[in-house]
């Protein structure tokens, strides 16, 4: 799979199953402390993040997406072994109650 810089909603909901199934983690990213209602998240913390699986999938958002698709590239330094993506819109634009319908 190609990893763009950023996913809209659709798209890790979508990209999150696919590679689930195919034993990728994907991680929702709050670097904000403000978690998004009805999604699971995780609190940006670089230490326990480089202790996930190589290959992981770290999708960072703010509350607006610009702010995590700046700091992309440090990112993706930061974590070399994992794939480091911006949520598009951030949690401005998290529609709580969107899901796949199979």
Not at 27 to 54: C, M, Q
Request: charged residues 35%; hydrophobic residues 30%.
């Amino acid at each position: 799979m190609l990893y763009k810089d950023e996913w809209t909603q659709k798209e890790f909901l979508e990209n999150k199953k696919e590679l689930e199934k195919q034993g990728v983690k994907v991680l929702l990213v709050d670097t904000i402390l403000s978690p998004i209602e009805k999604a699971d998240s995780v609190v940006y913390n670089p230490y326990e993040l480089s202790k996930e699986p190589e290959g992981s999938v770290f999708v960072f958002y703010c509350d607006t997406g610009k702010a995590t698709l700046n700091r992309l590239k440090e990112y993706k330094e930061r974590f070399p072994k994992h794939h480091c993506i911006s949520l598009k819109g951030g949690k401005g634009y998290w529609r709580k109650n969107m899901m796949l319908l199979d």
